[in-house]
């Protein structure tokens, strides 16, 4: 499933393009950019005909977001799916103009560890700034990068989206739709500008997901400017499985660890010399901005 739009839902079947609706029958049961689904009825494609998803298959992956404050129930705040079936979440941030924002980063890396897919950051603007603070910033987290001026060959970032499917997110202004149009001359994404106050102007309203022009099943979902990334339903151990030198360690701990008090274990597990203090405190860092309301 590729697109939403006011109910209507848009499914590749066969490289035909078929709209369609939900069923009844699946009740309450998300549908999101990114699923494999059921159809029945008239899959023709043709104008005016519409087809009914009846079955949302099991989903290999799952990009969560916990609802805004004026999103919330009596129950807490909710969970909202983003994309489904996810291989690489593509973190596009500017080196400047806007300037590059760890928080919101810290906060889609936790996401994309909860979701179990692996995180690129790709960063833009390359041109006007330099990337080595950012870099070492992250350098205890192992996270592949790219780095890209307006002229840079796409080659090395075209490798890493290949036979993949891959959600572009970033701040608005980051450069991303921008991107995307190189990547898919189709596409037409719509760009934005940066305002004078260095916060961009948001142009994508939805999420659609396009497919790329080289590798097998290779696409790209391509997501609105956001700025905020709700991360309240992510546990510490969601985000404790993108640091395997820390999981043994955590055996130790007591149990329901937030690994942020002072009877965490993993303090000694680092001192014995069994990971990184860095590490350790990339971690921590993690997991204290679950806890933030804004990216």
Not at 18 to 41: C, Y
Not at 150 to 164: G, N, Q, T, V
Not at 265 to 285: I, M, N, P, T
């Amino acid at each position: 499933m590729v697109a939403v739009d006011r109910g209507r839902y848009t499914v590749i079947v066969d490289t035909q393009e078929i709209t369609a609706m939900r069923a009844r029958e699946l009740g309450r049961k998300s549908v999101v950019v990114g699923d494999d689904v059921r159809l029945v009825g008239d899959i023709s494609g043709q104008p005016g005909s519409l087809a009914r998803i009846v079955r949302v298959e099991e989903r290999r992956s799952v990009l969560t977001r916990t609802a805004d404050d004026d999103d919330s129930t009596a129950e807490g705040r909710l969970e909202r799916v983003v994309v489904a079936n996810a291989d690489q979440l593509v973190i596009v941030s500017a080196l400047a103009d806007p300037p590059p924002r760890t928080g919101f980063i810290d906060r889609c890396l936790v996401a994309a560890y909860a979701a179990d897919i692996e995180p690129l950051l790709c960063l833009t603007k390359a041109d006007l700034a330099g990337a080595s603070e950012l870099l070492d910033y992250y350098a205890e987290l192992e996270v592949p990068h790219i780095l890209l001026s307006p002229d840079a060959d796409l080659e090395p970032l075209r490798d890493r989206l290949s036979d993949l499917v891959s959600v572009f997110v970033g701040h608005s202004g980051v450069g991303k739709s921008t991107l995307v149009n190189r990547l898919i001359p189709t596409a037409g994404r719509a760009v934005g500008v940066v305002s004078a106050i260095g916060k961009g102007r948001h142009t994508s309203t939805s999420a659609v997901a396009l497919p790329l022009p080289f590798g097998r099943d290779s696409w790209i979902v391509d997501t609105p400017g956001v700025r905020s990334f709700g991360l309240a339903h992510v546990s510490a151990d969601d985000v404790l499985h993108g640091f395997p030198d820390l999981v043994e360690g955590s055996t130790q701990c007591p149990p329901n660890c937030e690994h942020l008090a002072d009877d965490c274990k993993l303090d000694a597990w680092v001192a014995a010399g069994h990971a990184d203090v860095r590490r350790l405190e990339s971690f921590r860092r993690l997991l204290t901005s679950r806890d933030q309301t804004s990216t």
